[in-house]
């Protein structure tokens, strides 16, 4: 599916990384916060087709958008399942 996190898998992923490295949930959740906020303010696909005249990057700005407008609508839902303290919600 495009433009999600697929939830489910990140829990996963960061309870299999928890149990073989010791990781605090508040830094894992700042991590996802500032990763959202980078997300937010970074438009390299636009630098690219505008100031590089490459366009071969075009299609990912509505991936990246589609990501980032479903990631805002659930970012206290994302930051505690990147923190492995979350309950994951069924698919959206």
């Given at each position: 599916?495009?433009?999600?996190?697929?939830?489910?898998?990140?829990?996963?992923?960061?309870?299999?990384?928890?149990?073989?490295?010791s990781?605090?949930?508040?830094?894992?959740?700042?991590?996802?916060?500032?990763?959202?906020?980078?997300r937010?303010?970074?438009?390299?696909?636009?630098?690219?087709?505008?100031?590089?005249?490459?366009?071969?990057?075009?299609?990912?700005?509505?991936?990246?958008?589609?990501l980032?407008?479903?990631?805002?609508?659930?970012?206290?839902?994302?930051?505690?399942?990147?923190?492995?303290?979350?309950?994951?919600?069924?698919?959206?």
């Amino acid at each position: 599916m495009e433009g999600v996190f697929d939830l489910e898998r990140v829990a996963t992923f960061v309870a299999g990384y928890q149990s073989v490295m010791s990781l605090e949930s508040a830094h894992l959740a700042d991590t996802a916060r500032r990763l959202w906020w980078k997300r937010m303010t970074d438009f390299w696909q636009l630098e690219f087709h505008y100031d590089r005249n490459d366009d071969s990057c075009d299609e990912l700005y509505i991936a990246d958008e589609a990501l980032l407008h479903w990631w805002t609508e659930r970012l206290d839902v994302v930051e505690r399942t990147f923190a492995g303290s979350a309950q994951v919600p069924n698919s959206p």
